[in-house]
């Protein structure tokens, strides 16, 4: 079983910062990928950062030059520090890994982290 915990959302207000963490624990032999998505309300899910194995990144337009993203491999994690946050940021955060378990390749989401940031 493969389990991803999120943590670091909040309220907080237009200009400030956040950061998101992701821990993955479980059976897990290796993560290829690991990324956040976000949804707004009546929204579609989208994808806003993520980083693969060798460290290739990727944002989405909004959010480049605002936030970055990392990964600590030895402890299966993933970041996202939110600097300059709008109020068109305000979504619930979902933290996503795919992982080799076993002998699968499992494509994991975390429970989701409210991010609210007021104008």
């Known amino acids: 079983q493969v389990q991803l915990v999120e943590s670091g959302g909040g309220l907080v207000q237009a200009g400030g910062s956040l950061r998101l963490s992701c821990a993955a624990s479980?059976?897990?032999?290796?993560?290829?990928?690991m990324g956040w998505y976000r949804q707004a309300p009546e929204k579609q899910r989208e994808l806003v950062a993520n980083i693969r194995g060798g460290g290739n990144t990727y944002y989405t337009d909004s959010v480049k030059g605002r936030f970055t993203i990392s990964r600590d491999n030895a402890k299966n994690t993933v970041y996202l520090q939110m600097n300059s946050l709008k109020p068109e940021d305000t979504a619930v955060y979902y933290c996503?890994?795919?992982?080799?378990?076993?002998?699968?390749?499992?494509?994991?989401w975390g429970q989701g982290t409210l991010v609210t940031v007021s104008s």
């Open positions: 996503n890994a795919v992982i080799i378990a076993d002998l699968r390749t499992l494509n994991a």
């Open positions: 479980g059976r897990i032999l290796g993560i290829n990928s």
